[in-house]
């Protein structure tokens, strides 16, 4: 079992629908977990924290759920820009033990 | 600029060539990774650095890869007789401190001919 998945995809959908997926982990002892974006041929680029309270930014909210160890990225009302690969990260008890999922397309059409 | 700075942003080598990637961290930032993603492949951790500790090379795929941060700043990755295998996007992050979110660089494309 890896230790970070993603369904890889891709998810098309409609603009201005709303869209989720998740990402599971399988270190209990993981302490820091992040969503980035990472457009074509382009770097990843961080698109929120995810704290265990669960947060929003705007049109996106991130959850996290450590009982069944996974976490969750849901968009809302989506738009064409929000296409792209969302990688999940996780961070272990240290620092160096990033782990980056393989990344889930998602492609918006109009 | 604010930013991660890499360079060269394209290098195509023939095989067997030794090759010399550069990284510049957001200043003040005292962690520092190299990774690299191969066509339509996520990330694959190479190395981490944490100011003055020593790396964490866990992730380097051979011994005929190494990386250097002097002064604590800035980072060469060093590929010594590349082979096709090599070819990929080599992406360098840093972030302020261990665990917190990482800032990459627009990446150096390697080619291996």
């Known amino acids: 079992r890896k230790e970070v998945e993603q369904d890889p995809g891709p998810f098309n959908v409609p603009e201005g629908a709303t869209v989720a997926f998740n990402c599971t982990y399988s270190?209990?002892?993981?302490?820091?977990f992040f969503w980035y974006r990472q457009d074509c041929r382009k770097e990843p680029k961080l698109l929120m924290s995810?704290?265990?309270s669960g947060n929003e930014d705007g049109r996106f909210t991130a959850q996290l759920n450590r009982a069944s160890q996974y976490i969750s990225l849901l968009i809302r009302d989506s738009k064409l820009s929000d296409s792209a690969t969302y990688l999940c990260?996780?961070?272990?008890?240290?620092?160096?033990?990033?782990?980056f999922g393989s990344g889930t397309r998602l492609s918006i059409r109009p | 600029g604010a930013g991660v700075s890499q360079s060269p942003s394209n290098k195509v080598t023939e095989k067997g060539k030794d090759v010399e990637l550069r990284c510049d961290p957001i200043?003040?930032?005292?962690?520092l990774y190299w990774y690299r993603q191969s066509l339509g492949q996520g990330l694959e951790f190479l190395i981490y650095?944490?100011?003055?500790?020593?790396?964490?090379k866990s992730g380097l795929p051979s011994d005929r890869f190494s990386a250097e941060r002097t002064g604590g700043s800035v980072s060469t990755l060093t590929i010594q007789r590349t082979q096709q295998e090599d070819s990929a996007v080599y992406l360098c992050?840093?972030?302020?401190?261990?665990?917190?979110?990482?800032?990459f660089g627009d990446g150096t494309r390697l080619s291996i001919l």
């Open positions: 270190n209990s002892a993981s302490q820091s």
């Open positions: 990260v996780v961070m272990g008890g240290s620092a160096s033990k990033i782990i």
């Open positions: 992050a840093s972030s302020l401190t261990g665990g917190q979110p990482q800032h």
């Open positions: 200043s003040g930032h005292t962690a």
């Open positions: 650095f944490q100011g003055n500790s020593a790396p964490d």
């Open positions: 995810v704290y265990s």
